[in-house]
T-cell receptor
Framework: DTGVSQNPRHKITKRGQNVTFRCDPISEHNRLYWYRQTLGQGPEFLTYFQNEAQLEKSRLLSDRFSAERPKGSFSTLEIQRTEQGDSAMYLC????????????FGQGTRLTVV | AQSVTQLGSHVSVSEGALVLLRCNYSSSVPPYLFWYVQYPNQGLQLLLKYTSAATLVKGINGFEAEFKKSETSFHLTKPSAHMSDAAEYFCAVSVGSDDKIIFGKGTRLHILP
């Protein structure tokens, strides 16, 4: 399978715990995006990378969220001290990063904070 | 900053009828526009994209969209709805090679038998 892969697919955690999600993009893609999607809403932009460089982080994102892409390949998204409001689907996408190129999405990681 | 607005969070059409899902964009420079579809419990899949080559864009599953600069619109249409078209549809915009892809809130399409 050469698509975008996200792990785990589901995560249930207690409030206050830290969680980390992994995304493996399509191998030729140099751009990687993280989005958050709640029920009935569109994907909300969180952050994105061009190779290993983080280009932008959403101003709506609290300091509890951090993302890395250390070697320009896979990426991790960490949420520290989780809150119930963090419960959502976390989507990863990748693209060639050229003008007008579309993003290819993974299946997402569903986080439930109890 | 660029953005998209999707009019109507829910749209219902009868099987065989015309599908029209509305999307208006806001951008100070020529945008790139996308329509994605999300079936239940599945990831987002690209339907079609506009990159300035042609204003009428044809996509998968019989869908098409027309870019109208004067109306800042990129509405999605399909001449005849099928039950399998029931899904959530998202319009998205990006500007320039370094800019992120921003999504609308989505429109859930219901197909009535």
């Amino acid at each position: 399978d050469t698509g975008v892969s996200q792990n785990p697919r589901h995560k249930i955690t207690k409030r206050g715990q830290n969680v980390t999600f992994r995304c493996d993009p399509i191998s030729e893609h140099n751009r990687l995006y993280w989005y958050r999607q709640t029920l009935g809403q569109g994907p909300e932009f969180l952050t994105y990378f061009q190779n290993e460089a983080q280009l932008e982080k959403s101003r709506l994102l609290s300091d509890r969220f951090s993302a890395e892409r250390p070697k320009g390949s896979f990426s991790t998204l960490e949420i520290q001290r989780t809150e119930q409001g963090d419960s959502a689907m976390y989507l990863c996408a990748s693209s060639f990063g050229r003008v007008g190129t579309e993003a290819f999405f993974g299946q997402g990681t569903r986080l439930t904070v109890v | 900053a660029q953005s998209v607005t999707q009019l109507g969070s829910h749209v219902s059409v009868s099987e065989g009828a015309l599908v029209l899902l509305r999307c208006n964009y806001s951008s100070s420079v020529p945008p790139y526009l996308f329509w994605y579809v999300q079936y239940p419990n599945q990831g987002l899949q690209l339907l079609l994209k506009y990159t300035s080559a042609a204003t009428l864009v044809k996509g998968i599953n019989g869908f098409e969209a027309e870019f109208k600069k004067s109306e800042t619109s990129f509405h999605l249409t399909k001449p005849s709805a099928h039950m399998s078209d029931a899904a959530e549809y998202f319009c998205a915009v990006s500007v320039g090679s370094d800019d992120k892809i921003i999504f609308g809130k989505g429109t859930r399409l219901h197909i009535l038998p």
